[in-house]
Each structure stands twice: as C-alpha cells, then as structure tokens.
C-alpha cells in the first residue's frame, strides 16, 4: 500500500519556522516529482512548492517564495518544506503529494497522483 505521511507540524509564532517532512512507503517516488499543498480553513487548496525528482527544479508559490524551501532525500524517500518567517495566513493544513514522473512544475491538484492525509501548520500572531 502506497502512502505519503506528513510530519512536523505544529503550533508557532509569527516568525518563526518549522520543517514539514513526507515519507512515503509502498513504493520508491526517487524517479517523480513531489510537491507540498495547503488549505486553510474555508478555503480552497492551493499549491505551495514542487520539485523533480533529483532536486535539480524547485517551483513555489509566490507568496512562500524566499521564506519557504523544499528538498528531498531519495535515499529516504522523503520530501521536506523547510518554513521560515511563519505569517498567521500560512495557518493550513499542509498536504505533500506525488506527481509520477512529473518535471518538478506542478501546481496543480490533478497533476498529482498520491496525497498524505495531511499535517496543521498554526501560526499565532
């Protein structure tokens, strides 16, 4: 059974930062690109960041972009969202997903073909 589970979420003040991790098991996702998805509460999800599958592309949202930074560890298996200079409308729950043999580009839901149930990211003012 494939899955994708996020970890390290959590309560954190405004500035501060946190390192979300996705582990997958089932199956290698070494050969696909992975991404990181959010939706807070009401609103609809939205993409975050994505990248191939040798790190080589990285692609985020505009309003992440220079705060947040993803990676990968083949070797694990596991994607991470590194979060820096946390903003209250970065509360969400933060999804990690898997686009098969994607080019790391993208930000869109149905381009991916694997979801993690999710971690919440809180982020107090």
């Known amino acids: 059974q494939v899955q994708l589970v996020e970890s390290g979420g959590g309560l954190v003040q405004a500035g501060g930062s946190l390192r979300l991790s996705c582990a997958a098991s089932?199956?290698?996702?070494?050969?696909?690109?992975m991404g990181w998805f959010r939706q807070a509460l009401g609103e609809e999800r939205e993409f975050v960041a994505s990248?191939?599958?040798?790190?080589?592309?990285?692609y985020y949202a505009d309003s992440v972009k220079g705060r947040f930074t993803i990676s990968r560890d083949n070797a694990k298996n596991t994607v991470y969202l590194e979060m820096n200079s946390l903003k209250p409308e970065d509360t969400a729950v933060y999804y990690c997903?898997?686009?098969?043999?994607?080019?790391?580009?993208?930000?869109?839901?149905?381009?991916?073909?694997?979801w993690g149930q999710g971690t919440q990211v809180t982020v107090s003012s």
């Open positions: 990248i191939s599958w040798n790190g080589g592309t990285t």
């Open positions: 089932g199956r290698t996702f070494s050969s696909d690109a």
């Open positions: 997903a898997a686009d098969l043999l994607g080019n790391g580009r993208g930000r869109r839901e149905y381009e991916y073909e694997y």
